[in-house]
């Protein structure tokens, strides 16, 4: 059956118009972020406000720090273990390994599951990089790149605000996580001692920064949403009176941002009926507003319930097998990469976009009215998250002055999703009004590709924090 190409197109038009973001909502969007900020450093406790939580970094990196790290990265996907050897004058070597999350791990009832597990990684990892033992006589420092909101009194240690990207673990949120996993490494006799506990975004600033001098901010744009820059202590006024002497108020201090609660009092951002459904069916309702419009986590379930619509309109999907609309009626059956493969079809049958109904939804039969339609949801899914995320960048540089700078960025939706880093540029360029005429080139603030925050920034995080620690100066707040 082909669809009246008015219909098709009216309904094109209609979602391209709930979707599109134009300059005037990006300003208005960006100055409640600004004030957003500057609230969670006053008071980071209103489950409304983004939490900016401190990180403990209190210097930037040189280049030159020196030793061998471990890393343990838990982001959301998978798991990494990396050693990292900093060699100094931004010189380093790493050896990583991956290990897939067990399926169900996200949602398991025992949190010891998701400890041991982590305990496991690092021991298979460290018997493979030792074949003949172990050795005995050393200790591993760990940065723990735990990439959830965490309120930190002090770096080697956090509290879980609240899970986010899915996760739905009892018994860890209000519990600090590093005793739950050193309880695990010690039950193996591990020679580790977690010296840091980090949010990703903090390490993709300083690992980026440990190059390239010119970073002043972090960014996930992944399976969640975040941002990190350095604030000076004397505007962080929620820890006034709280810091001990060492921790002068000119002092730089690293902040997570945990922007992905941005508008969760729901004053700015339009939200679509598809927003609103995916707020409602997650296991978090009312939290991680903006994460839930921009991040790769959501992006599939909007296209679902897009799609989803179109059938129950009677647009398309109208011959198609019950079990299609039975997945399509699925939570996040469609991910990212759907998205991502669609967009990047250039050719004329769109013959790519079919095979990726045939592959993802062992849907063979796609119209070429349907393959178009998907291709154009995508495109607009896409660009109204690239133009939402530009808004915490835009914010955090407005707000610290920042006028020509780089902001490291990392995660698959800015790596992964074709034209992402395109629209991005061109969000910016639309809220500092550089015309989008201005070569990219020539964009005095720039989205560059991390350096691999999550291993090698929480080495040099970690780095940091134990040159600190040996020269007895303090990791955290004032002990009471
Ligand atoms: C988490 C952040 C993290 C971001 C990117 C969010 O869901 O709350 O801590 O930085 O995802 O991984």
Redesign the pocket.
């Known amino acids: 059956m082909t669809v009246d190409k008015t219909e098709l197109d009216k309904s094109i038009k209609k979602v391209q118009a709930e979707f599109w973001l134009p300059t005037e909502t990006l300003d208005k969007i960006v100055e409640y972020f600004i004030e957003e900020l500057e609230r969670g450093l006053v008071d980071g406790t209103d489950p409304l406000g983004i939490p900016m939580n401190l990180a403990w970094v209190m210097e930037y990196p040189t280049g030159d720090e020196t030793g061998d790290y471990l890393a343990l990265d838990f982001?959301?996907t998978n798991l990494r273990v990396v050693m990292v050897h900093l060699l100094g004058g931004k010189k380093l070597e790493t050896e990583q390994s991956f290990y897939r999350l067990p399926h169900g791990m996200r949602t398991t009832k025992d949190r010891n599951e998701l400890f041991e597990f982590m305990a496991e990684c690092l021991e298979k990892f460290l018997i493979e990089k030792h074949p003949s033992g172990i050795p005995e006589n050393k200790t591993f420092p760990l940065g723990f790149t735990f990439?959830?909101?965490a309120t930190q009194s002090r770096i080697d240690a956090g509290v879980l605000q609240r899970w986010?990207?899915g996760f739905d673990i009892p018994g860890v949120e209000g519990e600090d996580v590093v005793p739950l996993l050193m309880e695990k490494v010690n039950n193996r006799n591990l020679p580790i001692k977690v010296v840091a506990l980090i949010?990703?975004?903090c390490g993709a600033l300083v690992a980026s920064r440990y190059v390239d001098p010119l970073t002043e901010m972090g960014c996930?744009f992944?399976?969640?949403?975040?941002g990190s820059y350095y604030e000076t202590v004397n505007a962080i006024k929620k820890v006034k009176g709280q810091l001990p002497a060492d921790i002068p108020e000119d002092s730089p201090m690293l902040i997570?941002c945990?922007y992905?609660s941005f508008d969760n009092a729901h004053k700015v951002i339009p939200r679509t009926k598809y927003d609103l459904k995916i707020d409602a069916d997650s296991p978090r309702p009312g939290q991680?507003t903006f994460?839930k419009m921009t991040?790769g986590f959501y992006l599939g379930d909007l296209m679902r319930l897009v799609l989803l619509d179109q059938y129950k309109n009677g647009l398309l999907f109208q011959e198609a097998d019950s079990k299609l609309i039975k997945l399509l009626e699925t939570e996040n059956c469609i991910d990212t990469s759907f998205l991502s493969l669609i967009e990047s079809d250039e050719s004329e049958d769109l013959s790519l976009v079919k095979k990726t109904f045939a592959d993802a939804l062992h849907y063979e039969d796609a119209t070429s009215d349907e393959c178009y339609f998907a291709k154009e949801v995508a495109e607009i899914i896409g660009t109204r998250a690239a133009r939402l995320s530009i808004c915490g960048i835009s914010a955090a540089c407005k707000k610290r002055g920042y006028k020509n700078c780089h902001v490291a960025a990392d995660?698959a939706v800015y790596l992964k999703y074709p034209n992402f880093p395109e629209r991005a540029a061109e969000g910016l360029a639309d809220v500092f009004r550089w015309g989008r005429d201005l070569p990219y080139d020539q964009h005095p603030i720039k989205i560059v590709k991390a350096q691999d925050g999550s291993g090698v920034g929480a080495a040099v995080i970690a780095a940091l924090s134990h040159k600190r620690q040996l020269q007895g100066l303090s990791l955290g707040l004032k002990d009471e």
Do not use: H, L
């Open positions: 982001g959301g990439s959830y909101p986010t990207k949010n990703d975004t996930i992944g399976t969640g949403v975040n997570n945990e992905g991680q994460e991040a995660g």
